[in-house]
C-alpha cells in the first residue's frame, strides 16, 4: 500500500510540479491554507481576469490577440489501472479556452479532449497550445495506451475548427522507441511512459517541446518528423521553454526534490544543443519568456510548497530579481507589449484555475510581503466542469480522526526520500 501511494505521489501533478509539491498541496488544502473563500491569496499586483479555469497548464497569445489555455480538465468516469498498479480516473474533461485580454470574456475552443486524474484530484491532458500561423496546435500529455487512451497517443495535435483534433506528430512512440541515456542507463527510476512534455513553442515553422520527464528539447516538423536538440543531464525536470526569431532557446527547470533553490535554474540552448546555465536560486520554475526590452523572466510555482508563495522573477545577472510575488501554484506566463498574464492555482488545489493580469511589468516591485486583500475580477463564463479539488479535505476518517495534514506530510517525506535515492520526479505537471 505505502509503494503504491508513493508511485501516486510522483504522479500527482503531471503537468509540472513534482510529487512531494502534490503531497503538500494536498495537506495545505486539508488545512485550510490560509486560503480566503476557497480561493488563493492574492499577488502582490494585477488583476484577476477570469476564474474557473480547470487545472490550466500552457497559454500562448494568438495571432487574433486572444491568450490561449490548454486546461488539463478533471478526469472521468472511466477507471483505468496502469501497468504499476495506479488506478486513473479517465475521460475528456480537458479543453482549450480563449480569453479576450480586454474583457475577460472566455470561450471554449476545443471541448471533450483527453484527461486523466489520479485518485488525489490532479489531472494530465493538455498541457501547451501554440499557432503556426493562424492554426491552432494543442500538445497532449499521458496519451497512449499506458495511460487508458489508445487512440490518442502523447503528442501534437492540430485543433480543428469544429474543436475536434487531429494527430500531426506522435511523441509517445517516438520517446518508447528513442529513451534518454538517463532512461536506457537506469540512472532515472521514475520514467512516464511516453514521456510527459510540459511545454511547446514555434519558430522557423517548426515545434519545439520540452519534455519534463525524459528531459530533453525535441524539433518537430508540421509532418510530424521528431529530432532531438538536446538531453538535459540530471534529470532537472525541464519545463518552460521561449526564445527570440533567431538565436538561443531558454529553458527552465523545476529541479528534484527537496526543490532547494539552486536547483531552479535557466538554462540557454544553443541551436547546435549547447547548454549554458544562465541563472539560479528560485525553486520550482515551470516558465520562462522574454519579456519587455528583451529581459528574460521567470517564473516559479512556490516556495517551501505554500500558497502565496509563488513568484515572478527576472534574470539579473547569474541570479534572479522579484518582481510580482504573492502567486499560488503558478503554471504558465506570456506577455502582451508590459503586460504579464499568469495562470494562477492551474492544479485547482485552492479552488478553481485564474488567469491575471499584471500591468507595467518592467516597472513592478514586490512588497516586502505578498498581499492578501481581494483583488478585483472580472465576469468569468461558467466552465463545463467544476474544477478538480483536493479530496478528503476535513480531518480524516470520523469527527477529530486521523489528522490529514500529519498522513500526507509524511508520505510527503517518504516521496522525497525516494528522489534523494535516485527516483525521478515526475510532471503534471506539471
Not at 529581459?295 to 534572479?320: E, N, Q, R
Request: glycine share 14%.
Amino acid at each position: 500500500m505505502q509503494e503504491e501511494e508513493e508511485i501516486t505521489l510522483r504522479r500527482l501533478l503531471l503537468f509540472g510540479v513534482a510529487a512531494i509539491a502534490g503531497a503538500l498541496v494536498l495537506m495545505m488544502v486539508a488545512r485550510g491554507a490560509n486560503a480566503q473563500d476557497g480561493a488563493p491569496p492574492s499577488p502582490s499586483a494585477g488583476t484577476m481576469l477570469v476564474d474557473g479555469l480547470l487545472q490550466p497548464r500552457g497559454t500562448v497569445v494568438g495571432p487574433d490577440g486572444l491568450i490561449y489555455i490548454a486546461e488539463a480538465g478533471s478526469g472521468g468516469d472511466t477507471e483505468f489501472v496502469t501497468d504499476d498498479g495506479v488506478t486513473l480516473h479517465n475521460g475528456f474533461t480537458g479543453r482549450i479556452s480563449a480569453v479576450d485580454p480586454d474583457t475577460g470574456e472566455r470561450t471554449t475552443v476545443a471541448g471533450e479532449l483527453p484527461s486523466s486524474a489520479t485518485e488525489e484530484g490532479e489531472a494530465i491532458g493538455p498541457a501547451d497550445v501554440a499557432f503556426l500561423g493562424d492554426q491552432l496546435y494543442l500538445l497532449l500529455t499521458h496519451g497512449g495506451e499506458a495511460w487508458g487512451f489508445p487512440d490518442t497517443p502523447t503528442g501534437i495535435y492540430e485543433v480543428n475548427d469544429d474543436g475536434s483534433i487531429d494527430l500531426v506528430a506522435d511523441i509517445y512512440e517516438f520517446n518508447v522507441d528513442n529513451p534518454v541515456e538517463a532512461v536506457t542507463s537506469g540512472a532515472q527510476q521514475d520514467v512516464e511512459v511516453g514521456g510527459n512534455p510540459y511545454s511547446m513553442m514555434t519558430r522557423g515553422g517548426n515545434f519545439y517541446v520540452v519534455d519534463g520527464n525524459h528531459n530533453r528539447l525535441m524539433e518537430i516538423t508540421p509532418d510530424g518528423d521528431i529530432t532531438e536538440v538536446v538531453e538535459f543531464p540530471d534529470h532537472p525536470v525541464s519545463t518552460g521553454i521561449d526564445a527570440g526569431s533567431t538565436g538561443p532557446f531558454y529553458v527552465a527547470y523545476l529541479g528534484q526534490g527537496p526543490f532547494l533553490p539552486e536547483a531552479g535554474k535557466v538554462v540557454q540552448v544553443s541551436t547546435t544543443g549547447t547548454i549554458t546555465e544562465v541563472a539560479s536560486g528560485v525553486p520550482m520554475l515551470t516558465d520562462v519568456e522574454i519579456g519587455p526590452s528583451n529581459v528574460v523572466y521567470a517564473l516559479s510555482f512556490a516556495d517551501g510548497f505554500a500558497p502565496g508563495t509563488g513568484s515572478i522573477v527576472k534574470v539579473a545577472g547569474t541570479s534572479f530579481t522579484p518582481v510580482v510575488a504573492g502567486l499560488t501554484f503558478a503554471t504558465s506566463m506570456e506577455f502582451i507589449g508590459d503586460t504579464a498574464y499568469v495562470l494562477n492555482d492551474g492544479i485547482n488545489a485552492l479552488g478553481t484555475g485564474q488567469l491575471w493580469e499584471i500591468e507595467n511589468i518592467s516597472t513592478q516591485q514586490p512588497p516586502a510581503t505578498p498581499t492578501a486583500a481581494a483583488s478585483p475580477t472580472a465576469p468569468a463564463a461558467t466552465p463545463t466542469r467544476t474544477g478538480v479539488t483536493a479530496p478528503d479535505t476535513g480531518t480524516g476518517p470520523g469527527e477529530g480522526g486521523t489528522d490529514v495534514t500529519v498522513l500526507l506530510l509524511a508520505l510527503g517525506l517518504a516521496a522525497t526520500a525516494l528522489v534523494a535515492g535516485g527516483g525521478a520526479l515526475a510532471l503534471k505537471r506539471r
